[in-house]
């Protein structure tokens, strides 16, 4: 059985449980019953986020939920009670809202792949915290909404992450109607990378993330980092940047050990630089 290190104590209250294995962070949001998205617990998932870029011992971030629910988004109760305040809530709902984007940010630019193990019912942002994952797989019993248009509050930060994943008539399903949608429907969307057994979840959402973790670090981060880049980018300018971007790996140090081992038909050895 592989040796669990804890880089935090396991305790019960969360809001965030953070176990590392084999170079595999797994990040458990542990704020039950709806995992809801309080100020707290945005601020505890940018903190392990935060803290895991400096840490050369993590390769590979898994984003996971215990309990029934994924994440249900924001914490209504917690918005509405601040309606009380002199400004009827405008300077929380701000910050709430700007620390959500700082979080998703966060996600997308880490220099570590952040997988999301979604195995019950995320909506609204939570259904951004997956789209903002770069790989996520799903059990059967996932399901996927962005349903603020039910309650009078339109998910327009959700849509940013949403509308970069799937197609815009797709997102303006979701966004329109509200609707509840399975788990094949968000494969067949491209909200997920795949749909797998309950009872198999984790061990394949694991075998994903330790076959990431074997890759140079120094590669992986280069090219999460293109990815994203060259994507809000016009046709010749993407070519431009990452043939800088090749240019430049090309002339690092794993590149050069990756390829020799490829011609000389042994295994490589990184060093991540």
């Not at 400004?87 to 630019?109: H, N, P, W, Y």
């Not at 603020?148 to 799937?166: D, E, H, K, Q």
């Not at 940047?241 to 140090?253: C, E, F, H, K, S």
Request: charged share 20%; proline share 4%.
């Amino acid at each position: 059985m592989a040796e669990i290190v804890a880089i935090k104590p396991a305790v019960a209250e969360g809001p965030v449980v953070a176990r590392l294995d084999k170079g595999v962070l797994r990040l458990t949001l542990a704020n039950p019953p709806a995992n809801a998205l309080s100020l707290a617990v945005m601020a505890a998932l940018a903190a392990e986020l935060d803290r895991a870029k400096s840490d050369r011992s993590v390769r590979v971030i898994i984003l996971a939920a215990a309990g029934k629910v994924f994440c249900a988004g924001h914490d209504l109760k917690e918005m509405t009670a601040r309606r009380a305040d002199a400004d009827r809530g405008k300077a929380f709902f701000e910050e709430t809202f700007s620390a959500c984007a700082a979080l998703m940010q966060a996600i997308v630019r880490h220099p570590r792949p952040v997988i999301a193990e979604v195995d019950g019912l995320a909506t609204a942002a939570g259904a951004q915290l997956v789209a903002s994952c770069d790989l996520a797989i799903a059990s059967h019993k996932a399901t996927f909404c962005t349903p603020g248009v039910n309650i009078g509050l339109f998910c327009s930060t959700p849509m940013v992450a949403l509308s970069r994943n799937v197609s815009r008539k797709q997102a303006m399903e979701m966004l329109l109607t509200g609707e509840t949608i399975d788990a094949a429907t968000a494969k067949e969307f491209g909200l997920v990378n795949r749909v797998v057994p309950g009872e198999y979840l984790n061990q394949i959402v694991t075998k994903y993330a330790q076959t990431i973790a074997a890759k140079s670090a120094l590669v992986v981060k280069t090219g999460k980092e293109a990815f994203y880049a060259q994507a809000e980018m016009g046709l010749a300018e993407a070519y431009a940047y990452t043939g800088r971007v090749m240019v430049d790996n090309m002339l690092a140090r794993d590149a050069e050990e990756g390829i020799g081992a490829f011609i000389g038909k042994r295994k490589p050895e990184w060093t991540d630089d």
